[in-house]
């Protein structure tokens, strides 16, 4: 039986768009400091009152522009990164709402939603003007956990198949305590803090990694969650070295990239220990980039840690042992978990 119905699924996606043509102009207009709208001339007077700006007198329309407000500010600026991130089917309206039950009042309104082919993004943002404590959110996160469910369902439906979805919250200016009840709400329904720090952080990917920032992000957000059930299954030897056990093995970069992490110094990572690495050098990732293209190759090995939570535990299935060697022949069975593999040394290599 349906979670909800054929028209609330069309409304919602009279509010979602995936053409590209209309999602680059959304994107300038986005990055813009003022608001613009387009209105006959006889609405003119009457939007001036509420603080709009002539920009230009056409035929028969007025450009109208407004200085932003900082929370519309804020949501543009979070939309627009999520398009920089490679995002191409996004809400284009912000009055977007999302059933979260089968009651005609169970619904909510989601500032920005972000779709790709294995995810989905609910995005509510609050801000200030300035810097400050943040408000108690009590109320709304200890209901939290009811309504995710039925955004779940809900966005399932919309899309007509099974898709991972994480509801944000981001903030700008507002400061949240990390062992504040709020956050400990937050936490426990798995959502995702998005803060100041993680804003700034996922704009150094963004220009750093091109293209390849997305994996680094899902791996921020989706932290030793499942990508799916199916365990990656590799060739590997089984040594050991001061006590202990180490894996060689070969595995293709798209895999690796996936289930891979980089432990940056970054404040978006400090609740990380150690966070050791610099992050890319675009010059140099481009002449590796130039250098494989080219024909050429890495002999040397990528070094990766895997982080050794309890449900992301290797497996090794011992098949035989090496003559005049204490390691052994087998199949490594890895879970499929985003940032399951904390990447120590070949970063470069890796993205190149």
Not at 173 to 184: I, K, Q, W
Not at 207 to 213: C, D, E, Q, S
Not at 271 to 276: K, L, N
């Amino acid at each position: 039986m349906p979670f909800i119905s054929h028209d609330q699924v069309n409304e919602i996606n009279s509010k979602l768009t995936s053409d590209i043509s209309y999602l680059g102009r959304l994107y300038k207009a986005k990055k813009g400091k003022y608001q613009t709208r387009t209105v006959d001339h006889s609405l003119v007077d009457g939007l001036k009152a509420k603080g709009w700006d002539v920009d230009r007198e056409l035929k028969t329309k007025t450009r109208l522009v407004k200085e932003k407000t900082h929370s519309r500010e804020f949501e543009d600026d979070i939309w627009c990164q999520f398009y920089e991130l490679g995002y191409r089917h996004l809400n284009f309206d912000e009055t977007c709402v999302l059933p979260f039950g089968k009651d005609s009042k169970d619904k909510k309104q989601i500032d920005v939603i972000a779709i790709d082919g294995e995810t989905v993004f609910l995005i509510e943002c609050k801000s200030s003007s300035k810097t400050k404590k943040a408000p108690s959110y009590k109320d709304e996160f200890d209901l939290l956990r009811l309504r995710l469910d039925g955004f779940k369902k809900s966005m399932q439906q919309v899309l007509n198949k099974k898709i991972k979805v994480k509801y944000v919250f981001a903030t700008r200016n507002l400061r949240l305590e990390e062992d504040s009840y709020d956050l400990e709400r937050l936490k426990e329904t798995r959502s995702f803090h998005y803060n100041d720090s993680t804003y700034t952080y996922v704009n150094s990917l963004i220009k750093h990694y091109k293209k390849a920032a997305l994996n680094q992000f899902l791996g921020l957000v989706f932290k030793n969650e499942k990508i799916n059930d199916e365990r990656i299954e590799i060739p590997a030897i089984e040594g050991d070295m001061g006590g202990k056990k180490y894996y060689m093995f070969s595995i293709e970069p798209s895999l690796l990239l996936k289930i891979g992490f980089i432990l940056h110094r970054a404040k978006a990572n400090d609740s990380e220990f150690p966070t050791y690495q610099r992050l890319l050098q675009p010059a140099r990732l481009k002449g590796i980039t130039k250098f494989i293209d080219d024909g050429g190759y890495f002999p040397n090995s990528i070094i990766v840690n895997f982080n050794g939570e309890k449900q992301n535990k290797l497996q090794f299935e011992f098949s035989k042992s090496a003559k005049n060697s204490s390691s052994k022949l087998g199949i490594l069975k890895i879970v499929n978990a985003y940032a399951s593999a904390y990447i120590i040394d070949g970063q470069h290599r890796l993205y190149g």
